[in-house]
Every structure is written in C-alpha cells, then in structure tokens.
C-alpha cells in the first residue's frame, strides 16, 4: 500500500516563505511524475508545479519566480519550496505522485493560509 504524507503547511504572513515536502512510503513502485496541486475555497483543484524523473519541471503562471519544486529520489520525497507567499496562495495543497506500475496516488493535503 502506498502512502504519501504531506508536512510544512500552515499560517504566514503576506511576503512570507514555507515549505512542503511530501513522502512516499509503502510499496515504492518507479516513480514517473511528482507534483503539488492546490484548491481554494469554491474553486477547482489547479496544477502549481510538476516535475518529472528527467528532472524537467513546469508552473502555473501565477507561481513562476517565486515557488520551486524539486524531488529527492533517494527518498521518495517532493518539495515545493514557496517564497513571497501572497493572500492569493491560499488553499489545500495535495502533492500527487504518479507511478509508472500503478499510476497516480493523491496526499491527504495540507493548509496553507496568507495572511495579508
């Protein structure tokens, strides 16, 4: 059974930085893609960044310059490093990983509140 646990959310002032990370554990089949998706309040869940096993990553426009993701295969982990947080970037933010074998499993989420 794959398990990806989700840390690093939380409340922060407008300007602000955090830092996801989210690991997998369980059953590790190849990972193919790994990646953090957010949902705001009365919208849709929405791509903030992927990265695949090649090393390519690609934004949403609204993120670009200001988050980084970046993976540590050793292990199993993604990191969505978020700087100059805006009110904007509030929401629930799930990382989902894609597995060669199995396909695409979802983190339970994690908040991330801005404060202006």
């Known amino acids: 059974q794959v398990q990806l646990v989700e840390s690093g959310g939380g409340l922060v002032l407008a300007g602000g930085s955090l830092r996801l990370s989210c690991a997998a554990s369980?059953?590790?089949?190849?990972?193919?893609?790994m990646g953090w998706y957010r949902q705001a309040p009365g919208k849709q869940r929405e791509l903030v960044a992927h990265?695949?096993?090649?090393?390519?990553?690609n934004y949403a426009d609204s993120v670009k310059g200001r988050f980084t993701i970046s993976r540590d295969n050793a292990k199993n982990t993604v990191y969505l490093q978020m700087n100059s947080l805006k009110p904007e970037d509030t929401g629930v933010y799930y990382c989902?990983?894609?597995?060669?074998?199995?396909?695409?499993?979802w983190g339970q989420g994690t908040q991330v509140t801005v404060s202006s």
């Open positions: 990265i695949i096993s090649g090393g390519s990553t």
């Open positions: 369980g059953i590790i089949f190849s990972i193919n893609a």
């Open positions: 989902n990983v894609h597995f060669t074998a199995v396909g695409a499993y």
